[in-house]
């Protein structure tokens, strides 16, 4: 990429925010997406004004390339700490009365009370597994304890969990 030199910020946004905006799209795939990233790349060369940074037009490629691989990262990161991944009894409740929210924390205290009934062990690999997020992998190294037996005891918690939490009525 040519090193094209400018006067100051504006005159580069004026003059590549169509072209940024569509490498942006490339790298990304949505241009809504780009669009943001762009707008935060120039925010961040304006904010950065005082550094006497040289204005060219590969600086600023480079800044818009970075922001597309910290979005690309920051949602692997989010990807992989299974927000779908949560019992329907741990998640947000909207409420529409109040004896429906007596009856939701009443069921969370069961819960509660269900896994702290748990053996000891198997409380340890339901909680790492399913409230830390940990994988079966890191759970079982955490703990000390082979992945199989990770497994089987996860399995058996969470068959325990669903015998006492019989929340169908």
């Keep these: 990429m040519n ?12 003059a590549q925010r169509k072209p940024l905006v569509d490498y942006a799209t490339k790298l990304t795939g949505l241009r809504d997406v780009a ?7 120039f ?16 600086f600023l490629y480079t800044v818009v390339r970075n922001l597309v691989r910290n979005r690309h990262r ?20 909207w409420i529409a009365t109040p004896e429906a929210q007596v009856i939701i924390l009443d069921r969370a205290r069961l ?14 690999v339901v909680e790492l597994y399913r409230f830390d997020g940990l994988t ?9 304890m082979s992945v199989a037996t990770a497994h089987r005891l996860l399995k058996e918690g969470m068959a ?10």
């Excluded at 090193?3 to 004026?14: G, K």
């Excluded at 819960?111 to 340890?124: F, G, K, S, V, Y």
């Design 3 to 14: 090193q094209e030199y400018y006067d100051d910020w504006l005159s580069l946004y004026a």
């Design 35 to 41: 669009e943001d990233l762009v707008q935060e790349a």
């Design 43 to 58: 925010a961040i060369c304006l904010s950065k004004n005082d550094r006497n940074y040289t204005i060219t037009k590969a």
């Design 74 to 93: 920051h949602m692997a990161v989010r990807k992989a700490g299974h927000p779908d991944d949560v019992p329907w009894w741990a998640r947000h409740q």
């Design 111 to 124: 819960a509660a009370r269900a896994i702290e009934d748990l053996p000891p062990r198997t409380r340890e």
């Design 136 to 144: 079966l992998q890191q759970t079982a190294a955490q703990l000390g």
């Design 160 to 169: 325990s969990l669903w015998d006492q939490l019989d929340f169908s009525t």
